[in-house]
């Protein structure tokens, strides 16, 4: 059994049911475990459409990893879609302490890690009207300035790059025709090409498919071990899916 952790944001959500139909239902059963959601933060609460979620870092997916030893091999795991903290007026280099923190938590469990990128190109061709479009749909209460995020965003992805290198992670990036007019979501139609890039570097000769809308509502439907409405709190017991001798862990 292959033990594999994706650590995101939305980018995860959205591909999570292409992701587990190509993982969960290989040659090889696997553990995934996921930490993800829209507007995911590292380091802090995140709320959205009334939805919060504990940050990266507080979240129950390290006690579960320290509870369940490894089944076999290494743990693989990638850590993508840094950058929500920025429009949350977190520091960069608050942000970079906090994917160490996780880096080094991995380590420490023998993980090999795959670190991604920010869609960089993307981020260089968006104009400030299209940001600040972006920025009221998707983070309504920053009120970061165009100027300031872009500069921001050099300098993390900058600082990711530092990180891969100093600690020797395998660093993967993004490609521009990726992304349309949303510069921060890869588009629907090329998620099965971007996931076949980031899959290939924690297991051996994904598949990489699109996933029925049946599928995808399947996965969607199932909801993270612990979360809030308001102030009432909401669980959800671990793993959400058995499936094939494979587990869908969601923190």
């Known amino acids: 059994m292959q033990d594999v952790v994706i650590i995101g944001a939305s980018n995860v959500t959205l591909a999570l049911p292409l992701i ?3 993982l969960g239902r290989g040659d090889k ?15 802090l609460p995140s709320t959205v459409m009334g939805r919060t979620l504990p940050s990266v870092l507080e979240c129950g997916l390290w006690q579960s990893l320290k509870e ?8 693989q795991v990638l850590i993508t879609d840094v950058g929500n903290d920025i429009l949350y007026g977190a520091s960069v280099d608050q942000i970079v302490d906090w994917v160490t923190e996780c880096v080094d938590r991995f380590t420490a469990l023998g993980g090999n890690i795959v670190l991604a990128s920010l869609p960089r190109e993307s981020l260089v061709n968006l104009s400030p009207s299209r940001f600040r479009f972006f920025r009221t749909i998707l983070f309504p209460r920053s009120r970061l300035s165009f100027e300031d995020c872009m500069a921001q965003a050099r300098e993390l992805n900058q600082k990711l790059v530092d990180l891969a290198t100093g600690r020797s992670l ?15 979501h890869v588009r629907r139609r090329f998620r099965p090409e971007a996931w076949q890039r980031y ?8 598949d990489v498919k699109a996933a029925t809308t049946r599928d995808s509502l399947h996965v969607w439907c199932q909801k993270a071990e612990v979360r809030w409405r308001g102030r009432r709190r909401l669980e959800s ?13 969601l923190f």
């Open 20 to 22: 587990w139909k190509s």
């Open 29 to 43: 059963p696997l553990r995934l475990f996921v930490a993800a959601g829209h507007g995911r933060s590292f380091g």
């Open 68 to 75: 369940r030893p490894l089944t076999s091999g290494t743990l």
């Open 170 to 184: 395998s660093l993967v990036g993004t490609e521009p025709h990726w992304y349309g007019a949303d510069p921060i």
């Open 199 to 206: 899959l290939t570097l924690l297991v051996s000769k994904p």
């Open 237 to 249: 017991s671990q793993p959400v899916l058995d499936e094939e001798q494979s587990q869908l862990w």
